[in-house]
């Protein structure tokens, strides 16, 4: 039965189980910590292992190089192994500790989203020696281990689990497993958005103007004075976050790029000033890379006008 738990906070994850090898039988200790990116796939990670024993290894995917996985390497000094009757090949170090940086996605085999829920779940793919999970390709497995993941403020997580004994701890938004003599792990861990993102600013009313739908996650965003040019001063709030505050709107298009990371979305225009000429009006295009949305917001200093972007992205 897996340990219950509530987290918030970063993952890492194999798709094949070995971490590192040592050459002879001994435990080790790692730490291992996740970074999650504001859309909740992408990670960084960062990875400490440290061991008396005199090599070292860790796996790396079919058909990449050390210097496309790996961010970080410490030692700089290791070899390259290419294992033709593995799933996997290998960066080896002449000595048991060694530190490396990721960066990566997740992929569908490892996360499931449904909504605004996020299901993460490591590989169970199995070796020919046995060993699953997150694992130590070694009988010992880890002496000790620390693994953590550190969530942005935007999740919140509903539950945790793991196939071994270990603490649990969430402090702010990090969770830590840690726990001793155990191999073969495990974990799966459950996040979500917060609640959705209410429509209003504060001390503003706002107003819904119009409603669009797009395909892709990856939109632009461009926004512009599209009538006289009266020295308006907008800012623009998508969801939970300000995409930009306090620019001064022209006729020349002011682009940002924006990665939808929830099913419904919104687009709010808050206007700083009136300029000479109220209400501040402001055009908005989101463009999808399929289509291009053109809508017009109004706001002064008592309401805002806002879009809906809702995300129908195809399987």
Same mark, same amino acid.
């Given at each position: 039965?897996?340990?219950?738990?509530?987290?918030?906070?970063?993952?890492?994850?194999?798709?094949?189980?070995?971490?590192?090898?040592?050459?002879?039988?001994?435990?080790?200790?790692?730490?291992?910590?996740?970074?999650?990116?504001?859309?909740?796939?992408?990670?960084?990670?960062?990875?400490?292992?440290?061991?008396?024993?005199?090599?070292?290894?860790?796996?790396?995917?079919?058909?990449?190089?050390?210097?496309?996985?790996?961010?970080?390497?410490?030692?700089?000094?290791?070899?390259?192994?290419?294992?033709?009757?593995?799933?996997?090949?290998?960066?080896?170090?002449?000595?048991?500790?060694?530190?490396? #940086?990721?960066? %990566? $996605?997740?992929?569908?085999? !490892?996360? =499931?989203?449904?909504?605004?829920?996020?299901?993460?779940?490591?590989? &169970?793919?199995?070796?020919?020696?046995?060993?699953?999970?997150?694992?130590?390709?070694?009988?010992?497995?880890?002496?000790?281990?620390?693994?953590?993941?550190?969530?942005?403020?935007?999740?919140?997580?509903?539950?945790?689990?793991?196939?071994?004994?270990?603490?649990?701890?969430?402090?702010?938004?990090?969770?830590?497993?840690?726990?001793?003599?155990?191999?073969?792990?495990?974990?799966?861990?459950?996040?979500?958005?917060?609640?959705?993102?209410?429509?209003?600013?504060?001390?503003?009313?706002?107003?819904?103007?119009?409603?669009?739908?797009?395909?892709?996650?990856?939109?632009?965003?461009? #926004?512009?004075? %599209? $009538?006289?040019?009266?020295? !308006?001063? =907008?800012?623009?709030?998508?969801?939970?976050?300000?995409?930009?505050? &306090?620019?001064?709107?022209?006729?020349?298009?002011?682009?940002?790029?924006?990665?939808?990371?929830?099913?419904?979305?919104?687009?709010?225009?808050?206007?700083?000033?009136?300029?000479?000429?109220?209400?501040?009006?402001?055009?908005?295009?989101?463009?999808?890379?399929?289509?291009?949305?053109?809508?017009?917001?109004?706001?002064?200093?008592?309401?805002?006008?806002?879009?809906?972007?809702?995300?129908?992205?195809?399987?």
């Amino acid at each position: 039965m897996y340990n219950q738990m509530i987290f918030r906070s970063f993952i890492l994850i194999f798709t094949l189980c070995p971490i590192v090898s040592i050459a002879q039988s001994e435990g080790y200790k790692t730490d291992f910590i996740r970074y999650l990116n504001e859309d909740g796939i992408t990670y960084k990670d960062y990875i400490k292992v440290v061991s008396k024993r005199n090599s070292s290894w860790h796996y790396i995917e079919k058909g990449k190089s050390p210097e496309e996985v790996f961010s970080f390497t410490a030692p700089r000094d290791y070899q390259f192994q290419a294992l033709l009757d593995e799933k996997y090949n290998r960066i080896w170090f002449d000595q048991g500790s060694f530190s490396l #940086i990721r960066e %990566d $996605s997740m992929t569908r085999s !490892d996360l =499931i989203i449904k909504d605004d829920s996020y299901i993460f779940q490591n590989d &169970y793919q199995e070796s020919k020696e046995g060993y699953y999970g997150f694992c130590a390709a070694i009988a010992e497995g880890f002496a000790d281990v620390n693994y953590v993941w550190v969530f942005p403020e935007k999740f919140e997580v509903n539950n945790f689990e793991a196939n071994v004994n270990g603490v649990w701890k969430l402090i702010d938004n990090t969770l830590s497993f840690t726990s001793q003599d155990v191999n073969n792990i495990l974990f799966r861990i459950e996040y979500k958005v917060k609640d959705k993102i209410p429509l209003e600013l504060k001390n503003r009313e706002v107003l819904l103007k119009d409603s669009l739908s797009v395909k892709n996650r990856l939109i632009t965003i461009s #926004i512009w004075d %599209d $009538s006289k040019i009266d020295n !308006d001063i =907008i800012s623009l709030k998508v969801n939970d976050e300000w995409l930009v505050q &306090y620019l001064e709107a022209k006729q020349e298009k002011t682009t940002f790029k924006y990665l939808l990371t929830q099913p419904e979305n919104y687009i709010i225009l808050r206007a700083d000033n009136v300029g000479e000429i109220p209400p501040n009006t402001t055009a908005i295009q989101v463009d999808d890379g399929i289509s291009q949305y053109r809508v017009v917001l109004n706001s002064d200093l008592g309401n805002s006008e806002a879009i809906k972007i809702d995300l129908t992205e195809e399987p």
